[in-house]
């Protein structure tokens, strides 16, 4: 069965960076456009970036441009969030998820993907 496991998140000041890491297990994950998305407290789930199954294209929501980075390594069946300039905002839990489709114009709907990890949490202190 797939399954999907966050790790990496924690405690961080506002303007520090934490880098996210997801590992994968049991899917042709080269196939899989992943993405991570975020849950604050209290709110929706919401898309933070996707990356497609090569790599070559990512998209990124208007909050996380030129803060966060996605990227991932087919060999190891692992995806990343690297995330800098880190503010309170910020905080929730965040979720790596997947989907065997291209980072179009839905990939920000959590109901586009089919799979989900349990999440790992991130606190950003002001």
């Known amino acids: 069965q797939v399954q999907l496991v966050e790790s990496g998140g924690g405690l961080v000041q506002a303007g520090e960076s934490l880098t996210l890491s997801c590992t994968a297990s049991?899917?042709?994950?080269?196939?899989?456009?992943m993405a991570w998305l975020r849950q604050p407290p209290g709110k929706e789930r919401e898309g933070i970036s996707c990356?497609?199954?090569?790599?070559?294209?990512?998209a990124y929501s208007d909050s996380a441009k030129g803060r966060f980075t996605i990227f991932r390594d087919n060999a190891k069946n692992a995806l990343y969030l690297q995330m800098n300039s880190l503010k309170p905002e910020d905080t929730g839990m965040y979720y790596c998820?997947?989907?065997?489709?291209?980072?179009?114009?839905?990939?920000?709907?959590?109901?586009?993907?089919?799979?989900w990890g349990q999440g790992t949490q991130v606190t950003v202190s002001s």
């Open positions: 998820a997947a989907v065997r489709a291209w980072c179009g114009g839905s990939w920000s709907r959590p109901s586009f993907y089919n799979y």
């Open positions: 049991g899917l042709r994950f080269d196939k899989y456009v």
């Open positions: 990356i497609s199954g090569s790599g070559s294209t990512t």
